[in-house]
Nanobody
Framework: QVQLVESGGGLVQPGGSLRLSCATS????????MAWYRQAPGKQREMVAT???????DYADSMKGRFTISRDNAKNTVYLQINVLKPEDTAVFYC?????????WGQGTQVTVSS
């Protein structure tokens, strides 16, 4: 079992920035893929960004430019930097880890963009 704990969400004004964190209970080197998803009110969960074991990143087309996924192997933590936040970014952001042993999700962190 792998635990994922997201943090860093909150209320932010339009145009602001946030850095979300996802701390894992296991070594990142054992994880095939880590990803950030988001789910806006009344909408389906959608992929934001992924980073694989080799460090290669990928983004949903609509997320390119303002979102940056990164990781700190020493801290077993993956980050999502979000810049120029917009009201439509309001969502619960989830972290996901894909391992040979299974697929794990965190509980999510709320991001609210409002003036």
């Amino acid at each position: 079992q792998v635990q994922l704990v997201e943090s860093g969400g909150g209320l932010v004004q339009p145009g602001g920035s946030l850095r979300l964190s996802c701390a894992t209970s296991t070594s990142i080197s054992s994880i095939n893929l880590m990803a950030w998803y988001r789910q806006a009110p009344g909408k389906q969960r959608e992929m934001v960004a992924t980073i694989n074991r080799g460090g290669i990143t990928d983004y949903a087309d609509s997320m390119k430019g303002r979102f940056t996924i990164s990781r700190d192997n020493a801290k077993n933590t993956v980050y999502l930097q979000i810049n120029v936040l917009k009201p439509e970014d309001t969502a619960v952001f989830y972290c996901r880890a894909v391992l040979p042993t299974g697929d794990f999700w965190g509980q999510g962190t709320q991001v609210t963009v409002s003036s």
